[in-house]
């Protein structure tokens, strides 16, 4: 197919990457200035629009960081529904929320085309080594038709529902035990730290119960390295957490942890962290505790 791309990100530039050693002819557009030099020098094509990508692709996707990045992409000047013909895909993979999903699709829909959300999870290490978790929603037959690059991205692909934001309800969900789990981690390390325990032998304790998971063996290693180089940056959890909290007031639905750990992301991003792994939420605990879990030099925070 003729894919194109907008967003070449931490997450974007590798999840096109795969598209591209899987066949498929790039048509690239970001706002930064210089796009990856390996999509270049394996054939993409640069355009200056989102317009641009539109008229030469077959299928469009993007990969933005949140909501408004969404709409002025698709329906700002020059954006990508501006190039749309009748019978093209679009494929939101952003993490954005789910109600405007649904009217950005019905607008993607009014020009005859077909749209899927579809945002991920597994941060850059899942985009690099093609294991993304995929959460679609959207018609079945848009999904079938775009199953071949899911499939190059990622590891577990799934159907959420047949109605678009179902893909952006089950991330909002996902971003909640994510951003919880990392507050969790980060609270247990401390409290250890606080009482004169090793944090590193209380994990590695705890990574054969029930406590266990992914989070605890990542980001508790992150916290106890002082490594926060980004994987999934602060300021996007600390977003995703309020697209799920949004969700929830339209809803009726109350979301207390939720809310709290969005509250302690706000605060790291307050600091001037907003850039780091959403690990270094461990050091806005640490502040409160007076301790350290593990180095905190300059590049660690």
């Known amino acids: 197919m003729k894919v ?90 952003s993490s954005i929320s789910p109600t405007a999903t649904t009217k950005f699709a019905a607008r993607i829909n009014d020009l005859g085309c077909l749209y899927l959300d579809a945002p991920v999870s597994g941060g850059s290490i899942g985009a690099i080594n093609a294991k993304l978790t995929i959460m679609v929603g959207g018609p079945e ?30 991330k909002a969900a996902n971003q909640i035990i994510v951003g919880v789990t990392v507050q969790a981690v980060a609270e247990a390390l401390v409290l250890a730290t606080k009482a004169g325990a090793d944090p590193a032998k209380v994990r590695q304790a705890l990574m054969g119960g029930a406590a266990s998971s992914i989070i605890l063996e990542n980001h508790g290693g992150r916290m106890l390295d002082g490594n926060f180089e980004p994987g999934f940056r602060a300021e996007l959890q600390q977003k995703d957490l309020n697209v799920a909290l949004s969700a929830a007031r339209d809803l009726g639905v109350v979301l207390p942890l939720a809310a709290t750990a969005e509250s302690l992301y706000n605060a790291l991003n307050a600091r001037g962290k907003a850039k780091a792994d959403h690990s270094a939420v461990v050091t806005v605990l640490e502040d409160l505790a007076n301790v350290s879990v593990g180095p905190r030099d300059g590049s660690a925070s």
């Open 141 to 170: 037959t848009a999904f079938e038709r775009a199953m071949p690059l899911f499939e190059l991205m990622g590891g577990t692909v799934t159907l959420i529902g047949t109605r678009n934001g179902d893909g952006q309800v089950c």
């Open 4 to 93: 194109g791309f907008v967003g070449l990100g931490i997450m974007g530039a590798p999840m096109a990457g795969h598209l591209q050693k899987g066949g498929h002819d790039l048509f690239l557009h970001d706002l930064a200035p210089d796009l990856p030099k390996s999509l270049l020098d394996a054939g993409a094509i640069v355009c200056d629009s989102g317009k641009a990508v539109a008229e030469a692709a077959d299928v469009v996707i993007l990969m933005v960081p949140d909501t408004p990045d969404v709409e002025a992409a698709l329906f700002g000047p020059n954006g990508v529904a501006e190039g749309l013909q009748s019978g093209q895909l679009l494929i939101d993979m």
